[in-house]
């Protein structure tokens, strides 16, 4: 049986744990061809396993292993999709982070190193890419996902301020995307989570 996404191609950036291991594992099952994207080649072989595991074939995945903050490693994610799959459904901009993983300070008194850092991976990445992928998103009338999170809702967070300026910029990022591009037939949406049990928080804090 053809399952939801049958004959759809899907980017999921950051898959090589976590929410996006789980999202690109989900298009898997219901039958997209995904290209997934992580800087940990061991973590993106464990991804693709867990797809094939659920049935998606060797040919229905392209691994991009690389820092997303790299442009070359933007371009090559479109390139290798649209070299093996032809085109884009659905580009999920799952990718992000709180601080760079040997940071240790939080609230203001993480250093504008990190500041630059956040606001770059979590905004301008997304950005850039969503800008590489839209003529193919135009062309199959598309859609894309933010995964965003209520740190960017109008409340204040003093312990995480440059990941919280970070998710209210993209808020505001999906909402011109979306009254852009819906006359070209592409929805923009975003997705605000809490806490999960990703790998890197179950290094940072307690997750029952």
Do not use: W
Not at 57 to 80: N, P, S, T
Not at 136 to 159: C, D
């Amino acid at each position: 049986m053809v399952g939801r996404f049958g004959g759809k191609v899907v980017i999921v950036t950051g898959s090589s744990n976590g929410i996006g291991r789980a999202t690109a594992v989900l298009f898997a099952e219901e039958g997209a061809k995904v290209t997934i994207t992580g800087r940990d080649d061991k973590a993106l072989a464990e991804t693709r396993k867990e797809m094939q595991a659920v049935g998606a074939k060797k040919d229905d995945i392209v691994a991009v292993q690389g820092d997303l903050i790299d442009e070359v490693i933007q371009k090559k994610i479109i390139d290798a999709t649209i070299e093996q799959f032809g085109k884009i459904d659905i580009l999920v901009n799952n990718a992000g982070g709180t601080a760079p993983s040997n940071t240790l300070a939080n609230g203001f008194d993480q250093t504008m190193e990190t500041y630059d850092y956040v606001m770059n991976l979590n905004t301008k990445v997304v950005l850039s890419l969503t800008k590489r992928a839209l003529p193919h998103l135009i062309a199959t009338k598309g859609e894309i996902v933010m995964v965003s999170s209520i740190a960017g809702l109008p409340f204040a967070l003093p312990g995480l301020p440059y990941y919280s300026m970070s998710k209210a910029a993209l808020e505001q990022l999906t909402k011109s995307l979306a009254v852009k591009y819906i006359a070209d037939g592409v929805r923009v949406n975003s997705v605000k989570l809490v806490l999960t049990g990703s790998h890197y928080n179950q290094h940072c804090f307690v997750v029952r």
